[in-house]
Structure formats: structure tokens, C-alpha cells
């Protein structure tokens, strides 16, 4: 009778390893620039308050956290973050979060007759699927058997 038994030693893929840092940290690097870009009208991400989520009259924000644009330098740094665990549903999370802002602010400026996309947004949403598909990439573990 043969039993396998695993030896425990483990292997990385580099492959899957080396495609998922380099998404992650494109798709990050596009959400955090996108804070500092502008998003509609010559407003800055973190200069255009938050109320561009819900609401088609929104103007300047007070600060940072008050704005589109902190929170998506703050998913970015949850996508890098996300590195850190193996199954990269944290970095997948912060990009369907991101996706989801985007698609919000979109709706928003659509709505208002004196806003239109600009880069900022853009770079978000490319930022956010990059998240995305590095959360997908796969960082299996080879696990060989010995027969006895």
C-alpha cells in the first residue's frame, strides 16, 4: 500500500508572484495618482468633495477625508496592503470598492450639465482593474509528495 505524504517543504511560483506584485503596485499606483489628478471641471481629486458620490451639485471639499480623492489614495494603500495575504482578496476588494466609486462619481457628473471626465477618473478606474486582476493572479504553492 503507497501513502503520500507531503513534504513541507514549499515553492512559490515566481511567475505568479512577480504578475501580482506588478499589478498591485500599478493598480496602486493608479489610485493614489488619481487623487492628486483632476477628476472633473479642473478639481483635483482631493480638492472635489465627496458629495460627487451621491449628489449632482458638489463642489470643493474642506479637506482630504471629505473628498473622492482620499479615499482612493486610501484604496490604494489597501491594495498594497493586500500583498500581505495570500489569497488577495484584500487587494480584489479595494479594487471593486474603487470600480464602485468611480461608477458613482460617473453617474454624478453625467447628471450635472457643467462637469465632464477627466483624467483623475480615469486613472482610478484603470487603477481599480489592475486591483482587480491582481487579486485573481494566482500565488498557488507547489507541494510535492514522496511515496513510501
Known amino acids: 500500500m503507497t501513502t503520500?505524504?507531503?513534504?513541507?517543504?514549499r515553492q512559490v511560483r515566481p511567475l505568479g508572484l512577480a504578475s501580482r506584485l506588478l499589478l498591485t503596485a500599478a493598480g496602486a499606483t493608479g489610485l493614489i495618482?488619481?487623487?492628486f489628478l483632476k477628476w472633473t471641471r479642473d478639481m483635483r481629486g482631493i480638492d472635489t468633495?465627496?458629495?460627487?458620490?451621491?449628489?449632482?451639485?458638489?463642489?470643493?471639499?474642506?479637506?482630504?477625508?471629505h473628498s473622492i480623492g482620499?479615499?482612493?489614495?486610501?484604496?490604494?494603500?489597501l491594495a498594497v496592503l493586500g500583498l500581505a495575504e495570500r489569497t488577495g482578496?484584500?487587494?480584489?476588494l479595494a479594487g471593486a470598492?474603487?470600480?464602485i466609486g468611480v461608477i458613482l462619481v460617473v453617474i454624478e457628473i453625467e447628471r450635472a450639465s457643467d462637469h465632464g471626465m477627466q483624467w483623475g477618473l480615469w486613472s482610478?478606474?484603470?487603477?481599480?482593474i489592475l486591483c482587480i486582476a491582481a487579486g485573481?493572479?494566482?500565488?498557488?504553492h507547489v507541494v510535492t509528495t514522496v511515496e513510501e
Open 89 to 92: 482578496w484584500l487587494t480584489r
Open 4 to 9: 503520500h505524504t507531503p513534504i513541507h517543504a
Open 33 to 35: 495618482a488619481s487623487g
Open 136 to 140: 485573481m493572479t494566482p500565488m498557488r
Open 70 to 77: 482620499g479615499p482612493a489614495i486610501l484604496l490604494g494603500l
Open 49 to 65: 468633495s465627496w458629495r460627487a458620490v451621491y449628489q449632482a451639485s458638489f463642489g470643493g471639499a474642506p479637506d482630504s477625508l
Open 97 to 99: 470598492l474603487g470600480v
Open 124 to 128: 482610478a478606474l484603470g487603477g481599480s
